[in-house]
């Protein structure tokens, strides 16, 4: 639900996740959403957060994070989680269009990281600990000018 | 490296049983729990209870500014401070029961979320 006269009243946001544990917003039409809930798996089900953004008022996302808590946002622009192999948190400030978050989503998973977490403006990843020097050694997607 | 060492600050209450603590600067944070609300000016060397009736047992809380933070109660209420904590106001009791997160842009835009449907 959001408000914009205080909190004195509440509207709700359509489309907006269910079971959302975080919420972060750099704007009236711009964040991120935390939640979490069990996914189905061959052995057992597992429980794991996930995350939806509002980029412009739309929302994208609902893509799984592979943590067992919710992030914690600390600004509108830098989360922390600590995933299931308690492996790093990657976190920063570099700014990114909204327009290149699908493609960002798409290159961080095919390169083989356990997760991401984006919003319209920041980017963090979470990923093995062995991707920490490929990120830093290319430069990733963290550094590259858009 | 910061984070290093850590001191051990008494709080007014023992047990606390706190839920949550959050630290707008050096100087300005809330905690909160099911015995007592304290917030602090002075980095957490002192601590004061600003615990109502009706402000037992909240469950969230979140930081705008130096004076202004905003808390949620178990039983769907909303609390505002504009003072760095003296005096909270009820903005409403009416919300959805588990306010899992709240936070504010600026003193007239917010969100929060439930895990129940709002």
Known sequence: ?146 | MEGETWDSIPLPYKPADLRSIKFYSPTFGITIGTIANLFTRDGGQTWTDFTSEEMKICNNLFLLSENVAYLSGLKGQLFKTGNGGSTWQNLSDHYPNNIQSLMFINEQVGFISSIMPC
Not at chain 1, 26 to 54: C, H, L, P, Q
Not at chain 1, 69 to 78: D, G, H, V, Y
């Open chain 1, 1 to 146: 639900m959001t408000t914009t006269d205080g909190g004195f009243t509440w509207n709700k946001l359509d489309y907006a996740p269910v079971s959302a544990r975080a919420i972060c917003f750099s704007s009236e039409t711009n964040g991120i959403v935390f939640g979490s809930r069990t996914y189905a798996s061959n052995k057992w089900d597992v429980w794991d957060s996930y995350f939806n953004v509002m980029i412009n008022g739309k929302w994208y996302g609902d893509s799984r994070v592979t943590s067992h808590i919710e992030p914690f946002c600390l600004n509108a622009k830098t989360y922390f989680t600590i995933t299931r192999d308690n492996k790093i948190r990657l976190s920063t400030d570099k700014l990114i269009p909204a327009d290149l978050i699908f493609g960002l989503v798409l290159i961080y998973l095919r390169s083989g990281c356990s997760s991401s977490c984006l919003t319209g403006k920041t980017a963090i990843l979470s990923c093995p600990e062995a991707f920490t020097d490929w990120i830093q050694e290319n430069n990733c997607l963290l550094n590259k000018e858009w």
